[in-house]
């Protein structure tokens, strides 16, 4: 577990990272989301023991990250431009990894490159910048680390190889109970991989939830009334209402409670058509951030 307590840092006048506590559990995948200079880079820094907090603290496992060797030997972070060393050819950092993480699988990291369609031998400069976070997740799986930083990980990505790497993260999981830790600035690249979603803003957690229970939590209603019927107003005046949009006929509903008990309110109602249908991670957080007093419209995109 990863636990971040009242933790800020700033570079001159800039506070980068402003009193974030926050607690990320095993075994799920953790999605850190915020406009670039959100500060997700520097919290991710700072979880990987490169940075040092000004104020506050960073444990893992319940041992501090920074200048703890043994602790670090436990994660591996993959910054938004991955770094090689010069002239060096994906063999040259296959032995490199090896030597910093004893339990890396050279083997397995052959396996990968070949799937990946990536040469062993071949210049990692002369890599595309997709290749070269290829080949950054390639040596985070096969370094055996419980806990794996991405920092833009599936940003220059082509769609089906984002879907690759999800797929590799989520036989991890499954297999050894990997941890990733994804900071993004955009919500549809991590809808169908996080468990929990932090939303980073002006170096603060604004908001972190559970995806389940934030689904369970909130529903998105869709339905057409009789035209002598009661209003909508009056319908939904006993529920707890996030946003109302009117097309024509076609009421859409972002309502937070109990889904039968919506359901029932709408249904006795005796509308000619309503559904409820599942919302997108962008829509959850626009209710959750609306409620606050923030648009996420304008946090995210």
Known sequence: MIEARKVTKS?????????IDAVIEEGGVYGLIGTNGAGKSTFLRM??????P???????????????????????????????????KAVDMEKYYKAVYPQFDRERFQSMLEQFGLDRKR????????????LAVIAGVCSGTQYLLCDETFDGLDPVMRQAIKKVFAGEMAERDLTPIIASHNLRELEDICDHVGLLHKGGILLSRD?????????????VLREDGPAMEEIVRGLKTV????????YTLTLKGNREE???????????????????LE?????????????IQKLIF
């Open 262 to 280: 919506i359901e029932k309110t709408i249904a006795a109602a005796e509308p000619i058509f309503y559904e409820v249908v599942p919302l997108t």
């Open 211 to 223: 995806l389940y229970d934030m689904k369970a939590d909130v529903h998105k209603l869709q339905c």
């Open 47 to 52: 979880v990987a023991g490169i940075l040092k």
């Open 54 to 88: 000004d104020e506050g603290e960073i444990r893992i496992d319940g041992a501090p990250v920074y200048e703890n060797p043994p602790v670090k030997a436990n994660l591996f972070y993959i910054p938004d431009e991955p770094y090689f060393l010069p002239n060096a």
């Open 243 to 250: 946003k109302q949009e009117q097309r024509g006929r076609l």
């Open 283 to 295: 829509e959850i957080f626009i209710s959750e951030t609306e409620v606050v007093g923030y648009d």
């Open 123 to 134: 210049k990692v400069a002369g890599f595309s910048k997709g290749m070269k976070k290829q």
């Open 11 to 19: 570079f001159g006048d800039v506070r980068a990272v402003d009193g």
